[in-house]
């Protein structure tokens, strides 16, 4: 495994010399970190990868390797984690790297792009794909090492005051909603906005927004919009893998003792891992509360997938006709989403196709 | 989460009494275990979880906590995992749980039942669904702990000389295929058989076999059966998901000082993540080399699949009659699958639906 690889490198053979000597004993050496989250504590389960990381390397290091963590706005401005981890404010960070596309919009992909691999997907590219490293060396110009820290599973499409028929419909539409999946929107028409999630309720309440998106069920019990905004639309096509990206201090990452290296390393993937299971434990919950108050389930009309598809396709080139990076990236991505998805669809996929209509019939 | 809130049970709070005193550090306590794997070191991605572990676990202990991987048979057989590690021949052993559902048919669940979660609803169930801890009350009674370590995600139905145009053609045919899945399509009038991997070939080259069926396209290519079997069926309805497990000697396990079960612990789970994703990037381009080479992509007959489920459900409701752990876990896992089966519905099989179409449109 690649990610392994390095560390093989970087790590426990460097004892090597001609001289018999001791080992750096990583036990001795106390780190404290401070890890700034772009989410409040009442996203529990985005907030709480953070919890298990840090847990993890404590329990791993007998509390040598300390990481203390902070909820949004604590140390730096929630949507600035690259910028304070970037100049050591923070040594990490935890955030979607996608909210930094106005820096490079290939920020975009340690989150996930529209239409891009589904989540399984994104993980294999991400580590047997050699997905990770390209991206760390496109975040290595802004000091940053990238680490993958949980995902959400295909999200929701958001909430809608009224029905959306087709694509017509999302002409002159208001929405919250941000990134490239803003960028897509727009060119169907869609009037994209920023907007604090604090702020969507009473905006959809007074009609001056007309649908929010926001994550999964289970996020979105929160903001309580069932009842103002209730046609609730799936899927999420701009966000069929979200991951979450924990940032480390270039220069700290690279001072760490290697053996920190690999505990951070494998801890990071192990609350990744714990942060997917937990949303697909809990959003089928929330879900059916939702729907119990109010929530009217509806699928995104073809001709509106259709057409968003096409618009995506088409902003990918413009964008990488000036943005090497950002073009090498997709390329790269895109071949692998290519390759891989003839596999799902005769294996999960067919399986999923196979259960759904047994449980149906049965 | 539960196994961190167990971690915090036994682990750093404990030094909470009234004297003041220096916490037993782990890393004065040197461990060396043995790790007997079922599998050879040919099947890299299943064995090579074993070693992605012990790296993992050396690392964050300054190589103080050794694991030491052997392969199939280098200590006991293959298939005596469970007596190997309840006798603490070997500290643990790595292995599929459902090779010892003649002890018990509740070992089947540690691996997964036909027509059970997918791969993403099971690791939901084990992790935060309370099923590995409800595996574990029923391991307990085998002085075992049960920590899940790596999956395949669906595998293939297997390899068939003849094709299968619908349930009729099962009708005595000798197939290689062990577990629940064997006792599901004998309902069928399949006659299910064991054999070594190392013998299908030859049987099926003499005509003495009529199908095999072992993991997916990476694993299966090894075999070599594209030339001889050629009409290679999806999905693997009996293995929708198929996790490995890692089984602790549990007196052994409950002497580990707190911060090395926790360094298990989470090497587990980042392990078990890493070989779903190595599966997931190796299988497509072997897939792709299995059809270049002959294999003859066949989906399953509907009437097939139909009976197959009726007999599940049938087989099920049997052993459940006279084995109450078995209809415990049952229960609690199809209850947990009914109710996560709507969100994946919506959620990511909806967006594989619309990419699976649109990739093909564009």
Same mark, same amino acid.
């Given at each position: 495994?690649?990610?392994?690889?390095?560390?093989?490198?970087?790590?426990?053979?460097?004892?090597?010399?001609?001289?018999?000597?001791?080992?750096?004993?990583?036990?001795?050496?106390?780190?404290?970190?401070?890890?700034?989250?772009?989410?409040?504590?009442?996203?529990?389960?985005?907030?709480?990868?953070?919890?298990?990381?840090?847990?993890?390397?404590?329990?791993? #290091?007998?509390?040598?390797?300390?990481?203390?963590?902070?909820?949004?706005?604590?140390?730096?401005?929630?949507?600035?984690?690259?910028?304070?981890?970037?100049?050591? #404010?923070?040594?990490?960070?935890?955030?979607?790297?996608?909210?930094?596309?106005?820096?490079?919009?290939?920020?975009?992909?340690?989150?996930?792009?529209?239409?891009?691999?589904?989540?399984?997907?994104?993980?294999?590219?991400?580590?047997?794909?050699?997905?990770?490293?390209?991206?760390?060396?496109?975040?290595?110009?802004?000091?940053?090492?990238?680490?993958?820290?949980?995902? =959400?599973?295909?999200?929701?499409?958001?909430?809608?005051?009224?029905?959306?028929?087709?694509?017509? &419909?999302?002409?002159?539409?208001?929405?919250?909603?941000?990134?490239?999946?803003?960028?897509?929107?727009?060119? /169907?028409?869609?009037?994209?906005?920023?907007?604090?999630?604090?702020?969507?309720? #009473?905006?959809?309440?007074?009609?001056?927004? &007309?649908?929010?998106?926001?994550?999964?069920?289970?996020?979105?019990?929160?903001?309580? /919009?069932?009842?103002?905004?209730?046609?609730?639309?799936?899927?999420?096509?701009?966000?069929?893998?979200?991951?979450?990206?924990?940032?480390?201090?270039?220069?700290?990452?690279?001072?760490?003792?290697?053996?920190?290296?690999?505990?951070?390393?494998?801890?990071?993937?192990?609350?990744?891992?714990?942060? /997917?299971?937990?949303? &697909?434990?809990?959003?089928?919950?929330?879900?059916?509360?939702?729907?119990?108050?109010?929530?009217? /389930?509806?699928?995104?009309?073809?001709?509106?997938?259709?057409?968003?598809?096409?618009?995506? =396709?088409?902003?990918?080139?413009?964008?990488?006709?000036?943005?090497?990076?950002?073009?090498?990236?997709?390329?790269?991505?895109?071949?692998?989403?290519?390759?891989?998805?003839?596999?799902?669809?005769?294996?999960?996929?067919?399986?999923?196709?196979?259960?759904?209509?047994?449980?149906?019939?049965?």
């Amino acid at each position: 495994m690649k990610r392994r690889e390095f560390m093989k490198a970087a790590g426990l053979g460097v004892a090597a010399s001609g001289v018999a000597m001791p080992a750096i004993a990583q036990s001795t050496t106390t780190i404290n970190w401070r890890l700034q989250s772009s989410y409040p504590t009442s996203l529990d389960t985005i907030y709480g990868a953070c919890r298990v990381l840090s847990q993890a390397v404590a329990e791993a #290091t007998d509390n040598k390797f300390k990481i203390q963590v902070f909820a949004a706005g604590e140390i730096i401005p929630p949507l600035s984690i690259v910028d304070g981890v970037q100049n050591g #404010t923070v040594e990490m960070g935890h955030t979607g790297s996608y909210f930094y596309i106005g820096k490079d919009p290939s920020f975009a992909f340690g989150t996930g792009i529209p239409f891009g691999p589904n989540t399984r997907q994104q993980q294999a590219w991400f580590y047997h794909g050699g997905g990770n490293d390209l991206l760390n060396e496109f975040y290595a110009t802004y000091k940053l090492y990238h680490l993958p820290l949980g995902g =959400t599973g295909t999200q929701m499409g958001g909430w809608f005051r009224k029905e959306i028929k087709s694509k017509a &419909d999302l002409a002159g539409l208001k929405m919250r909603i941000g990134g490239l999946a803003g960028n897509v929107l727009q060119r /169907l028409g869609l009037v994209p906005t920023q907007l604090a999630a604090g702020d969507i309720y #009473t905006s959809l309440e007074r009609g001056t927004l &007309d649908a929010a998106e926001f994550v999964g069920p289970f996020d979105d019990e929160k903001l309580g /919009l069932a009842k103002i905004a209730p046609y609730y639309y799936y899927p999420g096509f701009w966000e069929g893998a979200a991951s979450l990206s924990l940032f480390v201090n270039l220069d700290k990452w690279n001072e760490l003792p290697p053996g920190y290296k690999s505990v951070l390393n494998t801890a990071a993937g192990y609350a990744a891992a714990d942060m /997917l299971a937990k949303y &697909d434990a809990q959003n089928p919950v929330a879900l059916r509360r939702l729907v119990a108050n109010g929530a009217q /389930l509806r699928a995104f009309p073809q001709d509106l997938l259709q057409e968003s598809y096409k618009a995506a =396709t088409a902003l990918y080139a413009e964008i990488g006709a000036s943005n090497p990076t950002f073009k090498k990236i997709l390329d790269h991505q895109m071949a692998f989403r290519n390759q891989v998805y003839p596999w799902t669809q005769i294996s999960d996929f067919s399986y999923d196709s196979l259960m759904l209509l047994a449980m149906r019939q049965n």
